[in-house]
């Protein structure tokens, strides 16, 4: 291996390393300018959230403004490590959550708007993947809300796992380094709540996208055709490189706007497209897991959540076929009437994603 390979790759490993340092420093800053907040404001919180309508359309619609389901994630994760959301109320924000990350690859597919047969094909290859979550969340939604068997099982996973701890004695890589850091910067903004809060959603947003950028020109590479053949040749293999590339790339929506052009030039069918939309819902909750590693045993159990919710959606639609075929049927019906009115596509957009959400928010 010659030195300027080794130099190369070193450069790679610093790089992430760094967006990594970053990426645990925003969370950090985050939960310090959460636990400034006021007992009445955290009061307030609570009575919102409390209802799980309002919480699961938050979710929503914080994550499409933002278009990353991975940066509303983590600032749920880093609300519940700080007491500001309670973990019931925090369960339906990040099925929200996972229905608003579809919205970036829904906006690619109006890019196509100029072509007729294209914008069908990117309208149903996008929208397939907000099907697919919104049949996952009517099932399970009501089901946690009566049993509450996703926090009880996420409880019990994250007690399973040993997480930093701050009250806890002994050396920490964290304590020693982050949190530092963090307290001081914290200290320079004369612990002002909106300069810390704004600061560290600055930096969160940053680091997921430096992530996203450093990784996918790592992971994917360039070759289409080889995306094409080796990636959706089987839906097993579909689903799996979906979850892959995703937990590299740190982001559903990267990975589902890939898909769009596609499904759109009809190098791949809506069909085997699917799977690997699934897969990257699987992916996307490993930027949770990271947070909330470096947070607390409650902050995991969010985590582990909607890890668990994502994999019961997996269990329950891509074993057999017919069900499969569902979303992709319902999507396919919606590219055909953006087809005939193109009108149809955009206000897709706009009513479910924004419209709905705000008026619903806005009124209760």
Not at 10 to 37: E, H, P, Q, Y
Not at 114 to 121: L, R, S
Not at 137 to 145: A, G, I, S, T
Not at 243 to 266: E, N, R, W, Y
Request: proline share 3%.
């Amino acid at each position: 291996m010659s030195i300027k390979s080794i130099l190369n790759k070193v450069s790679r490993a610093s790089i992430v390393l760094f967006i990594l340092v970053v990426f645990l420093l925003s969370l950090d800053l985050m939960g310090g300018g959460f636990k400034l907040m006021s007992k009445s404001f955290v009061q307030d919180v609570f009575k919102i959230t409390s209802n799980p309508i309002v919480s699961l359309f938050i979710g929503l619609f914080a994550t499409a403004i933002m278009q990353s389901s991975s940066t509303s994630t983590s600032i749920i994760v880093t609300l519940v490590a700080s007491g500001t959301l309670s973990l019931n109320n925090a369960v339906p924000m990040i099925m929200g959550a996972n229905i608003g990350t579809s919205v970036t690859s829904t906006i690619v597919a109006i890019g196509h708007i100029h072509k007729k047969d294209e914008f069908k094909n990117a309208i149903s290859a996008a929208t397939v993947h907000d099907f697919f979550n919104i049949m996952v969340v009517l099932v399970l939604l009501p089901f946690e809300l009566m049993t509450g068997y996703l926090s009880s099982a996420a409880t019990y996973l994250a007690s399973l796992i040993p997480v930093y701890d701050s009250s806890r004695d002994g050396f920490s890589l964290m304590g020693e380094t982050i949190k530092p850091l963090s307290a001081s910067i914290i200290s320079l903004l004369n612990k002002n709540i909106i300069l810390v809060l704004l600061l560290a959603i600055l930096l969160l947003i940053s680091s997921l996208r430096g992530f996203s950028k450093v990784l996918k020109r790592y992971l994917i590479g360039k070759s289409q055709k080889v995306i094409d053949t080796y990636i959706f040749g089987h839906p097993l293999k579909s689903l799996f490189w979906g979850t892959v590339i995703t937990a590299g790339v740190q982001s559903s929506s990267v990975t589902a706007s890939l898909t769009v052009p596609f499904v759109a030039s009809k190098r791949a069918t809506l069909e085997k497209v699917f799977p690997f939309l699934m897969g990257a819902n699987v992916g996307t909750t490993f930027t949770a897991l990271i947070a909330a590693l470096s947070q607390s045993e409650i902050a995991l159990a969010i985590a582990f959540c909607h890890l668990l919710f994502n994999l019961i959606g997996v269990f329950l639609f891509f074993p057999l076929k017919f069900f499969r075929n569902i979303p992709v049927w319902v999507a396919d019906n919606l590219g055909n009437l953006s087809h005939k009115n193109r009108t149809v596509g955009i206000m897709y957009v706009v009513i479910l994603f924004f419209l709905v959400p705000f008026l619903f928010i806005f009124l209760t």
